[in-house]
């Protein structure tokens, strides 16, 4: 066999390959991975790989599928497969396969494996390099299918018997939720966030500030703060799926109340352009 792909038990060309639409991988990138070479069919430094994807998963509230010895020994039976033994050995867990939902329930993780021939060089050659900054954790204002963060946050709001989690930076800067955005009313004016790389600009947002404009409802878009949040004469959030909806606990704590009649004005005109642009 030339390469190899293995999916919880099933084994193949890694073309041939194929996984339910429904592991959650596909939807939120929703795994840990680890790999490394081999050669000689020897795989290096298995152990601390495994060691670290075990640590990996365990942060995550991810089922391992099978122990670290039952890894180990599959791994070093799969590489016996190919026909060479100068590898690269790639191996991920997913949380598990469930019908797409950021929160979710404990299941067994799915097991993927790729092998495919690579020979390590004699690192005698020199690289060239550029420099890049690191970003890597400033781009939320992309609708990436990489959301761990945001299902971890998902599922601690479930956890508490809540439906979402406002999440916030060091210093109190509230940025959006799990998987919506969250505004205030103060002064009988709407404050957003701004749509900078910290947060995702949501459409149902848009059709918010349009809403409250066409209202006569100033808008500010600009960064406020937990105590702010707690402090609101209304807290919304909206999201494609939901709309707008209006809080009344945040961490237990009494919230909003204070604009019913605004409060109001706003659903209402959310929900009435929602029924004329659906209308068949």
Avoid at 81 to 95: A, I, P
Avoid at 112 to 135: C, N, Y
Avoid at 203 to 211: E, F, K
């Amino acid at each position: 066999m030339q390469d190899l792909g293995y999916y919880n038990g099933k084994i193949g060309p890694i073309e041939e390959m194929s996984i339910p639409m429904n592991d959650r991988v596909c939807w939120f990138g929703d795994g840990v991975y680890d790999a490394g070479p081999c050669r000689n069919y020897r795989i290096f430094a298995l152990d601390e790989h495994i060691d670290r994807l075990f640590r990996s998963a365990a942060m995550l509230d991810i089922r391992m599928p099978l122990s670290k010895e039952a890894l180990r020994e599959l791994l070093n039976d799969l590489v016996r497969k190919l026909d060479t033994g100068e590898l690269f050995v790639y191996y991920q867990v997913t949380r598990g396969t469930a019908m797409r939902s950021h929160d979710y329930e404990p299941m067994p993780g799915n097991l993927w494996v790729m092998i495919r021939p690579a020979v390590q060089s004699g690192f005698d050659k020199p690289i060239q390099l550029i420099t890049a900054e690191d970003t890597r954790y400033f781009h939320c204002n992309i609708k990436t299918l990489n959301l761990i963060p945001n299902i971890m946050a998902s599922q601690k709001a479930k956890l508490a018997g809540c439906q979402e989690a406002v999440l916030y930076r060091p210093g109190g800067r509230v940025t959006e939720c799990s998987h919506s955005n969250v505004h205030i009313l103060q002064g009988g004016e709407l404050y957003t966030a701004p749509t900078d790389e910290l947060i995702l600009p949501g459409i149902t947002r848009a059709h918010l500030l349009r809403a409250c404009r066409d209202l006569g409802i100033p808008v500010h878009e600009e960064p406020f703060r937990l105590e702010e949040l707690f402090a609101a004469e209304e807290v919304l959030v909206t999201s494609s799926s939901k709309l707008v909806c209006f809080a009344d606990r945040i961490d237990g704590r009494p919230v909003g109340g204070r604009q019913e009649k605004l409060k109001d004005r706003i659903r209402q005109a959310m929900l009435e352009e929602y029924l004329s642009a659906t209308q068949p």
